[in-house]
């Protein structure tokens, strides 16, 4: 549900921003002036055309013989939301006042995380402060902390708290699975509590023009050292196919610091910034404009993050957590 609220809630964000990028259209109902307006307008600004090697024209060839004067709202839901789904990116979506279409990546791959395993068999005193369910694990070595959205506000005053109360550790691991994004906000807020001295963790460039290749010049992404309390024991933040849009780029930075490691499944993408319109009929659409690139100009952010260590959730084991005994082999 917290995905289907983030959809929702970023819609009304974006679209206060937008006026620049998007122009308004006279009102229209009309089935056909809608598909064409909404893939023209992806046409012209949506990012990752070349990189997933997406025939766009082709794409359109086949939707637009579903779409006839007859077709009713429902129908045009269905339709469209059939063709932003031929993106494959959870940052597409369309919005009427009956429905919200998605993709949902994280349905498409494994399961790797269960609360209730967690609950049960590693967490004896649990604390639940600000976003974070946390406490100690393996007879006290280690510190978990459980991030479930970046939605959630992050306080200096918790984190302070977090860090002060693991100090003494041998490490922490920070469990970001089936985390669905949120706040980009709230990523430096977090990772610039691990890092001892500023550093450049990637760049952003964003579609400006009608070709599909064209871009502006990259920027720089920097994470800041926060001049309070730090940890930069090792960490482990544990990922998984769940883990989209912030946890992308969240997982994407965190390969510039040597202290951390990602551990589990590739991320679920996401990297790219999205932005939105509105169609003739009034329903609103956003899809992504940009592309996140790690410090090598690789761009995986759509595709999902590589976790530095390989592990899966074996289901036919429920006392055990693999991901987490994998991430304390690496501390202990």
Not at 93 to 121: G, P, Q
Not at 223 to 243: A, C, N, Q, T
Not at 252 to 279: E, H, R
Not at 286 to 298: G, H, K, P, T, Y
Request: net charge negative.
């Amino acid at each position: 549900m917290y995905k289907l609220l983030f959809f929702t809630l970023s819609f009304f964000f974006l679209f206060s921003c937008e006026k620049a990028l998007f122009k308004k259209d006279k009102a229209s109902n009309d089935p056909m002036e809608n598909f064409e307006y909404l893939w023209s307008e992806i046409d012209k600004k949506y990012s990752y055309f070349e990189l997933k090697n997406i025939d766009w024209d082709s794409i359109k060839t086949v939707y637009t013989q579903r779409v006839s004067n007859s077709t009713n709202d429902y129908q045009l839901f269905d339709i469209l939301g059939g063709l932003l789904n031929e993106l494959k990116d959870d940052h597409v979506n369309l919005v009427s006042a009956f429905n919200i279409s998605r993709y949902d990546i994280a349905l498409k791959n494994d399961a790797n995380f269960r609360l209730r395993t967690i609950e049960e068999y590693y967490i004896t005193s649990p604390q639940y402060s600000g976003a974070f369910f946390h406490d100690f694990i393996s007879n006290g070595e280690v510190g978990y902390i459980r991030y479930n959205s970046f939605m959630n506000n992050i306080s200096n005053g918790t984190l302070d708290y977090l860090l002060t109360r693991y100090k003494n550790t041998k490490g922490l691991i920070i469990d970001l699975r089936e985390n669905g994004g949120g706040s980009i906000v709230n990523v430096p807020k977090l990772l610039e509590r691990f890092a001892s001295e500023r550093k450049l963790v990637g760049y952003f460039k964003t579609r400006n023009g009608e070709n599909h290749s064209d871009f502006s010049d990259k920027s720089k992404y920097y994470i800041g050292s926060y001049p309070g309390i730090r940890y930069e024991k090792p960490v482990m933040v544990l990922i998984d196919r769940g883990s989209y849009s912030a946890t992308t780029m969240f997982s994407l930075a965190t390969k510039a610091f040597s202290n951390i490691k990602l551990v589990g499944d590739t991320t679920g993408g996401g990297g790219g910034l999205p932005n939105g319109g509105q169609l003739p009929n009034g329903w609103t659409y956003r899809f992504s404009i940009s592309q996140l690139l790690d410090l090598n100009e690789n761009n995986y952010a759509e595709s999902g993050v590589p976790a530095d260590i390989d592990a899966a959730f074996d289901w036919s084991d429920l006392t055990k957590d693999e991901i987490i005994e994998r991430a304390l082999v690496e501390i202990l």
